[in-house]
């Protein structure tokens, strides 16, 4: 059973570029959630998709943004890049929500804003 | 607000010896506590959970951990340590939102070093 698939695995880009980072999740999985992970802030919550829908975001600016097409499989955007957004992002599915499910986690997207 | 702690940012121990990776958890209602590791240059990977239930909980790997309410902590361990559990382990807490889904909160990562 294949895992959770980010690509790309690296990515480099210039401030004020935008970027999309792709995230297939587990096959029959439907929850996809994204996290950034950086070593000052560690690991945060970005959003969560759930059949197609953001049902929650965290605490980032409106230049992070994301959909969910009907496969489940997820797209993040940053916009307008600052040097600030370097860091790997992190792409998660779970087969259900609720308490009692673990989200298995991609290898993740190191970008490099420079 | 939901939050987990873990105090050290380094452990270290020689391979054999029993492993001990400390979290404690502060949270309204019940906690919902898991532990993932991760290896350089990549995701994260489950290790085990606590939902409810028995408070020594199995997981991969050979790492348990034991639930403690009285000392609201969750602390990782394994019997015997080995050279390749050297990795980034984080502890953290799942949160139900009022959305309908649900988002992990993570502490800041504990460094286990096991030396030979």
């Known amino acids: 059973k294949a895992g959770v698939t980010q690509t790309p695995r690296y990515l480099i880009k210039t401030r004020g570029q935008q970027v999309t980072l792709s995230c297939s999740p587990i096959s029959g999985h439907r929850s996809v959630s994204w996290y950034q992970q950086t070593p000052g802030q560690g690991l945060q919550f970005l959003f969560e998709?759930?059949?197609?829908?953001?049902?929650n975001k965290g605490n980032f600016p409106g230049r992070f943004s994301g959909r969910q097409f009907s496969n489940s499989r997820s797209e993040m955007n940053v916009s307008t890049l600052e040097l600030g957004d370097s860091a790997l992002y992190l792409c998660?599915?779970?087969?259900?929500?609720?308490?009692?499910?673990?989200?298995?986690f991609g290898q993740g997207t190191r970008l490099t804003v420079v | 607000a939901q939050s987990v702690a873990q105090p050290e940012d380094q452990v270290n121990v020689a391979e054999g010896n029993p492993l001990t990776v400390k979290c404690t958890y502060s949270v309204s209602g019940n906690p919902y506590l898991f532990w993932y590791v991760q290896y350089p240059n990549r995701g994260l990977q489950f290790l085990l959970k606590y939902i409810t239930g028995d408070n020594l909980v199995k997981g991969s790997y050979g790492f348990e951990a034991e639930f403690n309410k009285s000392q609201t902590s969750f602390h990782l361990k394994k019997p015997s340590a080995l050279v390749s559990d050297s990795a980034l382990y984080f502890c953290?807490?799942?949160?139900?939102?009022?959305?309908?889904?649900?988002?992990?909160?993570f502490g800041t990562g504990t460094q286990l070093k096991v030396e030979l």
């Open positions: 953290a807490d799942l949160t139900i939102l009022t959305g309908g889904g649900n988002k992990l909160t």
């Open positions: 998709y759930f059949s197609e829908t953001q049902r």
């Open positions: 998660a599915s779970s087969l259900r929500v609720g308490m009692n499910t673990e989200a298995f």
